[in-house]
Structures are given as structure tokens and as C-alpha cells.
């Protein structure tokens, strides 16, 4: 099986071929995404940083789309919205709030975690488990909330 940025390549061929032109630059643009992203690292990018590349890149759409929202502009919000689809596609499924909240619980009976000050020691395994299927914000205010009870 190819690496994501292979996937997204072959992708972006169909979509060139079937004339899917908001599909293939989206695309293109994710392609862009990830050379850089391997231009800025020195190498090859693992599964992992090709993961972070696409989660920076539908975090960009959102944080766009909020400004969108704010500016009264429809026309880019769904433009924006349109992207993020496509970039979510590749990203594997996020886990809900629940189930943050149940791995931030198990991580922190593991670290043996008592109080705030024991924030990095749980964020650190957290994230590891999480591996890129939810936000750190979301875990590290739930982790603050857990720990200062």
C-alpha cells in the first residue's frame, strides 16, 4: 500500500482525468502542502508528519472559515468548507469528547497524575495515544480540568 501523498497523487490524476477541477486543486494544494512540509524536515516524510501536514492544512479552512463567517462572505465559507471535505478524507476519524475524556482518565491513572503540575507528565503518553485523532487543545483542557478537581 502507498504512503497518503501517493494516495492523494493517484487522486488528483482521476480527478484531472474525470474534470473535477475544485477536487484536483484542492488536491494540488495538498500536494504543495506536503513538499513543502518535506522540504522543511530534510526528508521523506513519515505517515505521522504527512498526518500533521493535513491536520494544519483543515485547520487552516477552519480558522478561515470562522473569519468567512465573520466577514459575511457565504461564497468563501462554502469554497473553504469544500476544501476541508476533501482534506478530511484523508484524515483519519476524529474521536469525540467522550472519548478523549476516557484516554485522558486511563493516561492519567497510569502517570500516577495527582495535580496540575503533573500536566507534561500526562500530555506526553496522551498525545502518543491520541496519534492525531483529536485536537491537543481539546485534550489539554480536558486534562486541566480533570487534574485541578
Same mark, same amino acid.
Given at each position: 500500500?502507498?504512503?497518503? +501523498?501517493?494516495?492523494?497523487?493517484?487522486?488528483?490524476?482521476?480527478?484531472?482525468?474525470?474534470?473535477?477541477?475544485?477536487? &484536483?486543486?484542492?488536491? &494540488?494544494?495538498?500536494? @504543495? +502542502?506536503? /513538499?513543502?512540509? =518535506?522540504?522543511?524536515?530534510?526528508? /521523506?516524510?513519515?505517515?505521522? *508528519?504527512?498526518?500533521?501536514?493535513?491536520?494544519?492544512? @483543515?485547520?487552516? &479552512?477552519?480558522?478561515?472559515?470562522? *473569519? #468567512?463567517?465573520?466577514?459575511? &462572505? $457565504?461564497?468563501?465559507?462554502?469554497? /473553504?468548507?469544500?476544501?476541508?471535505?476533501?482534506?478530511? %478524507? #484523508?484524515? $483519519?476519524?476524529?474521536?469525540?469528547? %467522550?472519548?478523549?475524556?476516557?484516554?485522558? /482518565?486511563?493516561?492519567?491513572? *497510569?502517570?500516577?497524575?495527582?495535580?496540575?503540575?503533573?500536566?507534561? =507528565?500526562?500530555?506526553? $503518553?496522551?498525545?502518543?495515544?491520541?496519534?492525531?485523532?483529536?485536537?491537543?487543545?481539546?485534550?489539554?483542557?480536558?486534562? =486541566? *480540568?480533570?487534574?485541578?478537581?
Amino acid at each position: 500500500m502507498g504512503t497518503t +501523498a501517493d494516495t492523494i497523487r493517484a487522486q488528483m490524476l482521476i480527478a484531472t482525468k474525470s474534470g473535477d477541477q475544485s477536487r &484536483r486543486d484542492t488536491l &494540488r494544494l495538498l500536494i @504543495a +502542502a506536503l /513538499e513543502n512540509g =518535506r522540504i522543511e524536515v530534510g526528508h /521523506e516524510l513519515s505517515e505521522e *508528519e504527512a498526518l500533521r501536514v493535513l491536520q494544519k492544512e @483543515a485547520k487552516q &479552512r477552519r480558522e478561515s472559515m470562522d *473569519e #468567512y463567517l465573520k466577514g459575511s &462572505r $457565504p461564497d468563501l465559507v462554502a469554497l /473553504e468548507q469544500q476544501e476541508l471535505q476533501i482534506i478530511e %478524507e #484523508y484524515i $483519519p476519524d476524529q474521536l469525540d469528547t %467522550e472519548a478523549v475524556r476516557q484516554l485522558v /482518565e486511563e493516561t492519567i491513572a *497510569e502517570v500516577s497524575a495527582v495535580g496540575i503540575d503533573d500536566l507534561g =507528565r500526562v500530555m506526553r $503518553p496522551l498525545m502518543q495515544k491520541l496519534d492525531g485523532r483529536a485536537d491537543g487543545r481539546v485534550a489539554n483542557v480536558i486534562v =486541566r *480540568e480533570l487534574l485541578s478537581d
